[in-house]
């Protein structure tokens, strides 16, 4: 520009420099507020950034941003700015402060040494960078002062590039490889295109227009930049605009296969897919057959939309009708059924169809057998189904067998672990039957001496009295013992409910006390007055302690001691009840102190492996946790910790009342 021969030329490279020049602060901006993460939260500057630095670049083309330029004293042309041209100025203020401002903040913010660096290397570089740029302005207010932009210049590019070399400041590879290949794309496509433009000028009005060309070739450029991030937005939005129906399909379907992967138990997650297609994709009805193999049947499993109910529940899965679907093993259409009447035994078919209120089956198919049917009842409007919708149905009944396949092993797992439960829990009983008949025993000897010596002594009122109440007192404790038996050994569906640790824990004494007094071992027993109720299974924290109780007791030589604390421990902020039972036993070998809650592992002989892995996963369940420490010749100790969390508990009364409504419909 400087060194142009005319004036005219010099407009002309002059109005080309600040194509650049208008967007140095925007990109700026951009680049520093990507590096930090903080594109979110000053979107909306950035794109007013972008917005001026638009308008600035069509007004350049004008008087209104620069008038002309004139020839200063030996510094050849200079622009003359136009009245809008403090709009470049202040935008250009603008984002150095914003820069220096959000870098210097991060600097503050972060922790980690590297980054640090990191930053300090950019804002100083910045700096720089920014001062470089301001000097630029000064011959537009002193006319004489020299251009002295680009020595400064140098002096961020060597910053920055030692940030890259020194503290991995950005990974250069993936710098070079696009600008290789956004060169590339530039040469392959931009230049012919250019020259085209150029061509087509000189042929159609004699000569070349190097503004007219320059602004072309800026165009290309911002359409190959724009177009592919507009590209996802434009059709998000005409998608929502125009075929807001197709979308609302997909959206559904999407959040069905989210709500699949996230729940186990069937009966719900069916009940849920109905509704929702029923509900949200505007369709009459539709229903779901899933296939019975002990039966050898297909059930209505869910239904949901009109009144109108299927003339029959469940079908024979040899029926020609199922047999038909399953070879097929595409969807079918009601109205292809009736216009294709080759198809054999086409009215047997569509009577079918009628009779489960279906315009379209969907199979559903695991491991090439078919397993299910979803059925699809006419669409509110009257409108078809179209092929889009179709395909998404395909996917949903292809996700829904897997997640079938995937909710019959866990409720394989689950009764697995209740017959691990059962089968503890009655090793547990035979445990303590042979000791517990002894406890019995003892009160029916003292009843039978009362009685026998009733008739020779019933005149006498002190024996009278003092028998009775002794004989009261024995024949409660005897029904106290058999219905904790009782209540220990009869299973029983999961029941949340407040309790007392303190009252479970000396039941479970109770049953156990004996067991204890063969080996004249003394249970020392230390309640916290105060504890706190949690919210658990009773029947599932007995057999729990009762595993403990026991193997403490089988660990601990005669004349031994166990002891059983409870108390309030807040941890990290949560509260928890704790439990320790504690005994004076061989204790246990650090080798094994990982592997004792390992299913089957076990040293005892004759023993199952199977209660302390139960207890484990018991408590695992109401969300506490169980610890062990142990010293060989010293001794052992549990920590059993329930919390008590508010939302612990609702969660807990929510899964109960679940379970209760789920049995209830069963």
Not at 311 to 340: C, H, P
Not at 440 to 455: A, E, G, H, M, Y
Not at 556 to 583: A, C, L
């Amino acid at each position: 520009m400087s060194i142009a021969e005319t004036a005219e030329g010099a407009l002309q490279w002059c109005r080309i420099l600040y194509v650049g020049a208008i967007f140095v602060p925007i990109f700026s901006i951009h680049f520093i507020l990507a590096f930090i993460n903080k594109l979110e939260k000053r979107k909306a500057i950035l794109v007013g950034a972008y917005v001026t630095g638009f308008i600035e670049l069509i007004l350049s083309f004008t008087p209104y941003f620069i008038t002309g330029v004139e020839v200063r004293t030996d510094l050849g042309f200079y622009e003359i700015p136009g009245k809008i041209y403090i709009a470049h100025f202040l935008a250009f203020m603008g984002a150095a402060l914003l820069i220096i401002y959000d870098l210097f903040s991060e600097f503050l913010s972060t922790q980690m040494a590297i980054r640090k660096n990191q930053i300090k290397f950019l804002f100083i570089a910045s700096f720089f960078g920014y001062l470089s740029g301001l000097t630029s302005f000064f011959p537009l207010v002193w006319k004489n002062i020299p251009l002295v932009a680009s020595p400064f210049t140098a002096i961020y590019v060597f910053i920055v590039s030692y940030a890259i070399i020194k503290y991995s400041l950005l990974d250069i590879t993936v710098v070079i490889k696009r600008s290789i290949i956004y060169s590339i794309i530039i040469l392959i496509l931009v230049v012919p295109c250019y020259i085209i433009v150029i061509w087509t000028q000189k042929i159609v009005f004699g000569e070349v227009s190097l503004p007219f060309s320059f602004i072309v070739l800026a165009l290309f450029m911002l359409v190959g930049l724009i177009f592919p991030r507009a590209k996802v937005g434009t059709e998000k939005t005409l998608e929502q605009i125009l075929f807001k129906r197709e979308k609302s399909i997909e959206e559904t379907i999407h959040n069905l296969s989210n709500a699949m992967a996230n729940m186990l138990d069937m009966a719900p997650l069916i009940n849920i897919m109905v509704e929702t297609i029923v509900k949200k994709l505007d369709i009459e009805c539709a229903l779901v057959l899933l296939l019975d193999e002990e039966r050898k049947e297909f059930r209505i499993t869910a239904s949901c939309g009109t009144s109108e109910e299927p003339t029959e529940k469940n079908y024979e899965a040899s029926d020609f009708f199922f047999q038909w679907l399953a070879r097929r093993g595409s969807t079918v259409i009601k109205e292809e059924i009736m216009e294709n009447r080759n198809e054999p035994r086409s009215d047997i078919i569509i009577q079918r169809m009628n009779s489960i209120l279906a315009e379209v089956l969907v199979p559903i198919i695991s491991r090439s057998k078919m397993i299910g049917v979803l059925c699809l009842g006419k669409k509110a409007s009257s409108e078809i189904y179209n092929e889009n919708e179709l395909k998404l149905f395909q996917t949903l009944t292809n996700q829904f067998a897997v997640y079938v396949e995937n909710a019959k092993l866990y409720e394989n797992l689950k009764e697995s672990k209740n017959l691990m439960r059962r089968s503890d829990r009655l090793a547990s009983l035979g445990q303590l039957a042979a000791g517990l008949a002894h406890e019995i025993r003892n009160p029916l000897v003292s009843i039978k001496t009362f009685l026998q010596l009733l008739p020779e002594r019933i005149d006498d009122e002190e024996f009278r009295t003092s028998f009775l109440g002794l004989t009261v007192d024995e024949v409660d404790r005897i029904g106290r013992l058999l219905s904790e038996l009782l209540d220990f050994s009869k299973p029983s569906k999961p029941n949340f409910t407040e309790e007392n640790l303190n009252e479970i824990v000396d039941k479970i004494i109770m049953l156990v006390v004996n067991e204890a007094k063969k080996k004249h071992i003394e249970i020392q027993r230390n309640y916290h007055d105060s504890l706190k109720r949690v919210f658990i299974d009773k029947e599932q924290i007995k057999q729990v302690f009762l595993n403990i109780a026991l193997n403490a007791i089988q660990s601990t030589p005669e004349n031994g001691k166990i002891k059983i604390e409870t108390r309030n421990i807040s941890p990290n902020g949560k509260t928890y009840v704790q439990v320790e039972v504690s005994d004076t036993g061989e204790g246990i070998p650090p080798d094994d102190l990982e592997n004792i809650f390992n299913p089957f592992f076990t040293k005892k002989h004759g023993g199952s492996g199977l209660g302390l892995s139960i207890s484990h996963q018991i408590i695992q369940e109401h969300m506490g946790v169980i610890k062990v420490e142990s010293e060989v010749g010293v001794g052992s100790s549990f920590y059993v910790n329930l919390p008590v969390d508010p939302l612990s508990l609702n969660r807990r009364k929510y899964e109960n009342k679940q379970y209760e409504e789920e049995n209830t419909d069963n």
